[in-house]
């Protein structure tokens, strides 16, 4: 495997809650995702963090979502379609305001059978 695929991908977010000009709370969010390529019925290895500083309880959900684009070339313009597929969805647990939650997939994200996908056209 290409060593650009063996490399961990970190994303984090932060959302205020605004009410006119006072802000109430803020929820952060990491995700580590061990790597950016996986094949069918491997698990997908997902560290989430979730620091709830807000004031109402927030509850983690996790989609994996197939996106296809099609494409014909007609000369000067083509026509394209896309398509989105949602090959699964994982509800985790409620995280209470004021307080901190981890969580790691383990092995509950697994990746159903799907089509195979072209190197550098299709990704994750």
């Known amino acids: 495997m290409e060593e650009q695929y063996l490399k961990p991908i970190v994303l984090e977010n932060r959302r205020s809650t605004c009410c006119w000009c006072c802000k109430k ?6 995700c580590v995702v061990a790597r950016s390529a996986y094949v069918c019925k491997e698990s997908i290895k997902l560290k989430v963090t979730i620091d709830n500083q807000g004031e109402e309880e927030v509850k983690l959900r996790v989609k994996l979502e197939q996106c296809c684009e099609f494409f014909i070339d007609r000369g000067v313009l083509g026509v394209s379609k896309d ?7 994982y509800g985790g647990c409620h995280v209470k305001p ?4 981890k969580w790691d997939s383990s092995n509950c994200l697994i990746i159903p059978p799907m089509p195979t ?3 550098h056209i299709c990704r994750l």
């Not at 398509?83 to 969805?89: A, G, I, T």
């Open 25 to 30: 709370g803020t929820v952060s969010l990491r």
């Open 83 to 89: 398509v989105k597929h949602l090959v699964f969805e």
């Open 98 to 101: 004021h307080s901190r939650s």
């Open 117 to 119: 996908t072209l190197v």
